[in-house]
């Protein structure tokens, strides 16, 4: 072992961390990277049986779970996977914030970390979108609607952007290419910073950092446990191919708070949930600099945030399913 | 003068807001997506401006393809037939409806395919089997269902057992890994 410790300089792990690195509020960073990770795998296989043309997408999927045993047991890892990444990365969010992680000079790791989680909320979207079931095509419609509202940012959704390439293999290619190359290069930027100016700011450090990639290793072992056996009591299911012009299904849980928002403001809603969420973050550093007024009211303000968020997550899962783009309900 | 030009100012922006207002979101419908060039291609479609008109598009990597303009009458709904002109290239397209001012207010995706296939797919497999054309055929206008579908899944002993194995070792290498180890100076690693 210590010949190939050596080769693979495994002293350079010996760096110093704070002992409560290894606490589990510490460990949620590391946690979604563990879940992005079984993504990746997961969706390298699930590329192989997919079909993305417009036309073939929905009957892929349905072969995948009807006809491939372990095609259809990783799409279900996936998509439990997904739903872990999220939750972790929102808990990651909430404890830094509370900890006050983003504050000099940790701006730069809290940005990265706010553009990271824009991604995986990109890559959820997109993912929905690739079933091409019903939920996907009401989601794509939105985006759609939105676009319109976005002016040049909404490009991408509209058929003259790339007229030889229609939408879902565009949404394709952003799902397992643009996003997750993109998501590769924030993640490294962002464990660069945290190498560099280290995993907390507020304890000195006193332990190696072996120890602390020991137990986040264990800890990742147990959740790829919990979402495969997740995956095999619940597997994920499939509507049925989507039909266009009609509103019946709600989004995954993920993006309930902007449906509950579409609820009560309509397409601005939709457009201002998330804006006022990722604004909030982007500002968080220059609002609560130093203690006082100001670091109060963000505090205070985060906390009304997440606090709505939870519970608009909560309204929309619970609310009857609503027409916001003026399409039939199906009833 | 200075208020009257600010005011001035003003009003442009709103007539400018007013202007680049988006239409409402349309809803295009065929009765199948795959046709042929030279069809003629039944189309109906709702939420359109009212009283007003849609001009019908093929975008495509062959370029636009303007296939018709069709009224739309008080309730914003649209039904007439247009003509795929007998040139346009077989392959996938994006059926694009523009209002009078050139804005994209609904598009669906087709595909214009040589005439022997676009008559086939109305058939649906009943197999289930991977085919594009058994979507192209379950896409056609009908009820839309919020229900996840009752699928036959595919099941393997074989690749549940090795789940459960792949779960019982992730479990027993995570328990070790996360036993806390005898403490573990800074000084002692380095």
Same mark, same amino acid.
């Not at chain 1, 565009?170 to 464990?191: D, E, F, G, I, T």
């Given at each position: 072992?210590?010949?190939?410790?050596?080769? #693979?300089?495994f002293?350079?792990?010996?760096?110093?961390?704070?002992?409560? *690195?290894?606490?589990?509020?510490?460990?949620?960073?590391a946690?979604?990277?563990?879940?992005?990770?079984?993504?990746?795998?997961?969706?390298?296989?699930?590329?192989?049986y997919?079909?993305?043309?417009?036309?073939?997408?929905?009957?892929?999927?349905?072969?995948?779970?009807?006809?491939?045993?372990?095609?259809? #047991?990783?799409?279900?890892?996936?998509?439990?996977?997904?739903?872990?990444?999220?939750?972790?990365?929102?808990?990651?969010?909430?404890?830094?914030?509370?900890?006050?992680?983003?504050?000099?000079?940790?701006?730069?790791?809290?940005?990265?970390?706010?553009?990271?989680?824009a #991604?995986?909320?990109?890559?959820?979207?997109?993912?929905?979108?690739?079933?091409?079931?019903?939920?996907?095509?009401?989601?794509?419609?939105?985006?759609?609607?939105?676009?319109?509202?976005?002016?040049?940012?909404?490009?991408?959704?509209? *058929?003259?952007?790339?007229?030889?390439?229609? #939408?879902?293999?565009?949404?394709?290619?952003?799902?397992?290419?643009?996003?997750?190359?993109?998501?590769?290069?924030?993640?490294?930027?962002?464990?660069?910073?945290?190498?560099?100016?280290?995993?907390?700011?507020?304890?000195?450090?006193? *332990?190696?950092?072996?120890?602390?990639?020991?137990?986040?290793?264990?800890?990742?072992?147990?959740?790829?446990?919990?979402?495969?056996?997740?995956?095999?009591?619940?597997?994920?299911?499939?509507?049925?191919?989507?039909?266009?012009?009609?509103?019946?299904?709600?989004?995954?849980?993920?993006?309930?708070?902007?449906?509950?928002?579409?609820?009560?403001?309509?397409?601005?809603?939709?457009?201002?949930?998330?804006?006022?969420?990722?604004?909030?973050l982007?500002?968080?550093?220059?609002?609560?600099?130093?203690?006082?007024?100001?670091?109060?009211?963000?505090?205070?303000?985060?906390?009304?945030?997440?606090?709505?968020?939870?519970?608009?997550?909560?309204?929309?899962?619970?609310?009857?399913?609503?027409?916001?783009?003026?399409?039939?309900?199906?009833? | 003068?200075?208020i009257?030009?600010?005011?001035?100012?003003?009003?442009?922006?709103?007539?400018?807001?007013?202007?680049?207002?988006?239409?409402?979101?349309?809803?295009?419908?065929?009765?199948?997506?795959?046709?042929?060039?030279?069809? /003629?291609? %039944?189309?109906r479609?709702?939420?359109?401006?009212?009283?007003?008109?849609?001009?019908?598009?093929?975008?495509?990597?062959?370029?636009?393809?303007?296939?018709?303009?069709?009224?739309?009458?008080?309730?914003?709904a =649209?039904?007439?037939? =247009?003509?795929?002109?007998?040139?346009?290239?077989?392959?996938?397209?994006? %059926?694009?409806?523009?209002?009078?001012?050139?804005?994209?207010?609904?598009?669906?995706?087709?595909? =214009?395919?040589?005439?022997?296939?676009?008559?086939?797919?109305?058939?649906?497999?009943?197999?289930?089997?991977?085919?594009?054309?058994?979507?192209?055929?379950? /896409?056609?206008?009908g009820?839309?269902?919020?229900?996840?579908?009752?699928?036959?899944?595919?099941?393997?002993?074989?690749?549940?057992?090795?789940?459960?194995?792949?779960?019982?070792?992730?479990?027993?290498?995570?328990?070790? %890994?996360?036993?806390?180890?005898?403490?573990h /100076?800074?000084?002692?690693?380095?």
């Open positions: 072992m210590k010949p190939l410790a050596e080769r #693979l300089a002293e350079a792990l010996a760096y110093p961390v704070p002992a409560r *690195a290894s606490r589990v509020d510490f460990m949620l960073g946690l979604t990277l563990a879940a992005l990770v079984a993504l990746a795998l997961t969706g390298i296989v699930l590329t192989q997919y079909d993305p043309s417009a036309l073939g997408a929905h009957e892929s999927v349905r072969y995948m779970i009807t006809s491939q045993p372990l095609a259809a #047991l990783l799409r279900d890892v996936h998509v439990w996977s997904a739903s872990a990444a999220l939750a972790f990365v929102m808990a990651h969010l909430a404890a830094v914030f509370w900890r006050r992680g983003f504050r000099r000079p940790r701006e730069g790791l809290w940005w990265t970390g706010v553009l990271l989680l #991604l995986l909320f990109g890559l959820a979207f997109t993912g929905t979108a690739l079933r091409a079931d019903q939920e996907a095509v009401e989601a794509v419609a939105h985006a759609v609607a939105g676009s319109r509202f976005a002016g040049p940012l909404g490009a991408l959704f509209r *058929a003259d952007f790339t007229p030889s390439v229609s #939408l879902l293999p565009r949404l394709y290619a952003m799902h397992v290419s643009v996003l997750p190359l993109a998501l590769l290069a924030l993640l490294a930027l962002h464990l660069w910073l945290i190498r560099h100016l280290g995993v907390s700011a507020a304890v000195t450090p006193s *332990a190696p950092f072996h120890t602390h990639l020991r137990r986040i290793t264990g800890a990742a072992f147990v959740l790829v446990a919990a979402v495969t056996a997740a995956a095999l009591t619940w597997p994920a299911g499939l509507l049925a191919a989507g039909l266009d012009g009609f509103e019946i299904t709600k989004p995954s849980w993920p993006f309930l708070w902007i449906y509950a928002a579409e609820n009560l403001f309509g397409m601005t809603g939709m457009l201002l949930a998330p804006a006022v969420l990722f604004g909030f982007g500002i968080v550093p220059f609002t609560d600099r130093t203690d006082g007024r100001w670091a109060r009211l963000t505090r205070a303000a985060g906390v009304v945030l997440f606090v709505l968020m939870i519970g608009a997550i909560v309204y929309a899962a619970v609310a009857p399913a609503q027409s916001h783009l003026g399409m039939d309900m199906g009833g | 003068m200075h009257s030009m600010v005011g001035l100012l003003a009003a442009q922006t709103l007539l400018l807001a007013a202007s680049t207002l988006p239409h409402p979101q349309g809803v295009l419908e065929l009765r199948s997506r795959t046709f042929a060039a030279g069809d /003629s291609l %039944l189309v479609g709702r939420n359109f401006e009212q009283d007003d008109a849609i001009t019908l598009v093929l975008v495509g990597a062959a370029g636009r393809v303007e296939i018709g303009t069709l009224p739309t009458d008080s309730a914003g =649209v039904k007439g037939t =247009v003509l795929v002109p007998a040139t346009v290239r077989v392959g996938p397209y994006r %059926l694009v409806a523009e209002a009078v001012d050139g804005d994209e207010v609904a598009s669906l995706d087709v595909v =214009v395919s040589a005439a022997a296939v676009a008559g086939a797919n109305t058939v649906s497999t009943p197999t289930g089997a991977h085919d594009p054309a058994a979507h192209a055929s379950m /896409s056609m206008p009820a839309p269902s919020d229900e996840p579908l009752a699928l036959d899944r595919a099941r393997s002993g074989a690749v549940t057992a090795a789940a459960i194995l792949f779960i019982v070792v992730c479990l027993a290498t995570g328990a070790v %890994l996360l036993r806390r180890p005898r403490a /100076s800074l000084e002692e690693s380095t």
